[in-house]
């Protein structure tokens, strides 16, 4: 056989150490919430369009963990979905490890599907309460033919489930004969199932009691670790992402508006926004300082304000604000932040 004859071997392009895994561009996702159309007709009302994210870009390095905080409402979820392409964005593109997840229905995006996983707030979404744990693991394994035979499945759920600090007889159980935080270790280890490389967590600590949130959160860690996954964490709590992060996202209204290592966010907050969270939340280091409430609230997406929509809740805003949008800057530390207060050197 000569060469032109050999059959042309597809070798996959071998992952760098310094390509991110995900590569977020410029994402969007607008809601179409009008009423029904002949409520429309007849009172004569447009369309009611809800931009729940505008304008996100992001990256992740293989093995870090960036988080994303805001408050209720600012679009943490809905970029979540998009992450794992439960949404498809409205406009920009979201690209794991070299591949557009828009590909993610066709022949070509299948190797991906059991890449990306994501972890709910309520395990209870992810958990059918009719079937047995061993079931409700070995689903994914099933569904994604990665192990043959009965008894090799039944010994890779007793594995997963002793890697999520569960007992192997905890198999022939029900979920409802779990406590929350046990319930959320099973959606771990059903996550964990179809050996993925990327895992988008939503919230998945906020309904639980504060102490299990920490064996939890320590467990997901101690998981990243020995399997070398990346991570996408969401938490309205900035203690949480203290907890868990290498990076944060701040988003308010849809918008990213702070972007930055954990270390620099929480020593050098810039946003007046991220300061606001930060001194809100419970001192950290407990020296003792005041708590203060995070003030106002956060306006209807519906109608958004004019320029910076953060303008009504801020200290700083002037008439700039009120009428241009900040868009976000990189400044000498790599951090990005969208103020026109950061970059006019003023507050
Ligand atoms: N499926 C949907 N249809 C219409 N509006 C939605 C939908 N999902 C979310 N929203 C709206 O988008 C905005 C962002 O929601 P979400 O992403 O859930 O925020 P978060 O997770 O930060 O609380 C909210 O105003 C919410 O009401
Ligand atoms: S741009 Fe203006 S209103 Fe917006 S956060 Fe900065 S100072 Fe405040
Ligand atoms: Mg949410």
């Known amino acids: 056989m000569n060469a032109a004859e050999r059959p042309v071997k597809i070798v996959p392009k071998p992952a760098q150490a310094g390509e991110p895994l995900v590569v977020v561009e410029d994402i969007t996702k607008v809601f179409d919430v009008s009423p029904p159309w002949l409520n429309r007709v007849i009172e004569r009302k447009p369309r009611t369009l809800l931009r729940a994210v505008d304008g996100v870009s992001f990256e992740i390095a293989r093995g870090e963990t960036l988080a994303l ?9 809905t970029v979540a979905r998009m992450m794992v392409g439960l949404y498809a964005p409205s406009r920009g593109r979201v690209a794991f490890d070299g591949t557009d997840l828009a590909t993610l229905g066709t022949a ?42 009965d008894a090799a499945i039944l010994a890779r759920v007793a594995q997963l489930l002793q890697h999520v600090g569960l ?4 198999a022939e159980k029900y979920p409802h004969q ?34 299990v949130q920490a064996q939890v959160l320590n467990l997901m860690r101690d998981i990243q670790r020995q399997d070398g996954l990346t991570y996408l964490f969401i938490s309205h709590n900035l203690a949480v992402v ?6 944060v996202g701040v988003m ?18 810039r946003h007046p926004y991220t300061r606001m969270l930060l001194d809100a939340i ?11 409430p995070v003030a106002g609230e956060v306006p209807n997406p519906l109608n958004p304000p004019t320029g910076c929509t953060f303008h009504p809740r801020c200290p700083l805003a002037n008439d700039r604000c009120k009428a241009e949008r900040p868009v976000l800057r990189r ?17």
């Not at 400044?331 to 507050?347: F, P, S, W």
């Open 282 to 292: 419970p001192d950290m280091q407990m020296t003792g300082k005041a708590r203060t």
């Open 167 to 170: 007992a192997p007889a905890d």
């Open 178 to 211: 779990f406590s929350g935080g046990q319930r959320q270790r099973l959606s771990i280890a059903r996550a964990l199932a179809s050996q993925p490389t990327f895992l988008v967590c939503d919230e998945p600590t906020s309904a639980l009691d504060v102490s």
């Open 108 to 149: 070509a995006g299948k190797p991906l599907r059991s890449k990306l996983q994501m972890i709910f707030q309520d395990p209870y979404a992810s958990l059918n309460p009719r079937w047995k744990v061993a079931d409700i693991i070995a689903e994914p394994i099933r569904v994604h033919r990665l192990i043959d035979g």
């Open 69 to 77: 905080v805001g408050e209720s409402g600012c679009g943490k979820s």
């Open 252 to 269: 308010y209204l849809g918008r990213i508006v702070e972007l930055a290592d954990k270390s620099t966010l929480f020593s050098t907050p």
């Open 331 to 347: 400044l000498d530390d790599g951090a990005q932040v969208a103020c026109h207060a950061v970059e006019e050197g003023r507050g």
């Open 242 to 247: 203290h907890h868990v992060s290498d990076r």
